[in-house]
């Protein structure tokens, strides 16, 4: 199922009548669309040089989470770590910033150019434990090309 949403993806960041928030927020709206439990989606990047994440373009319910400090939460771990981070029941994890009492699992990959860790694509989930090496594997393509188009 992921993997037959790639030519839209593709398909989406090739439309360069459009601004890069408009296509990365068409994304969020495919994702969340189409995969079953994707409930939340959304873009975070480095806030200029400050060590913080802003919220980009997302797809769900809106979050008080619209600046992250590296280190704080899921994200900031990410951000600091430059690696993918499952968790597979966010009750059991300590460092988590809950932006809705339905999230159950969450997913966080790394947006790198040219090497540096620039953002990453977060997603949340109200149903337990249901990412696996599939996601990971497809939101990294996703990452890649988003970064064709920073």
């Known amino acids: 199922m992921l993997d037959s949403l790639r030519p839209q993806v593709l398909s989406i960041l090739n439309e360069e009548s459009e601004s890069v928030d408009t296509r990365l927020g068409k994304i969020c709206e495919l994702l969340k669309s189409n995969v079953p439990y994707y409930d939340w989606?959304?873009?975070?990047?480095?806030?200029?040089?400050k060590q913080e994440l802003k919220l980009g373009p997302y797809?769900?319910?809106?979050?008080?989470?619209?600046?992250?400090?590296?280190?704080k939460g899921i994200c900031g771990q990410v951000a600091v770590s430059n690696q993918n981070f499952v968790?597979?029941?966010?009750?059991?994890?300590?460092?988590?910033?809950a932006c809705s009492i339905t999230v159950k699992a969450e997913i966080v990959v790394p947006l790198f150019v040219n090497g540096e860790n620039?953002?990453?694509?977060?997603?949340?989930?109200?149903?337990?434990?249901p990412f696996t090496e599939a996601d990971?594997?497809?939101l990294e393509f996703i990452n890649q090309e988003v970064a064709k188009i920073l």
């Open 41 to 49: 989606v959304g873009f975070y990047f480095k806030n200029g040089d």
């Open 59 to 71: 797809a769900g319910a809106p979050t008080d989470h619209t600046i992250i400090p590296f280190g």
């Open 87 to 97: 968790v597979p029941d966010v009750s059991a994890q300590d460092n988590y910033i």
């Open 118 to 129: 620039v953002g990453q694509i977060d997603i949340d989930s109200n149903t337990p434990d």
């Open 136 to 138: 990971e594997r497809f």
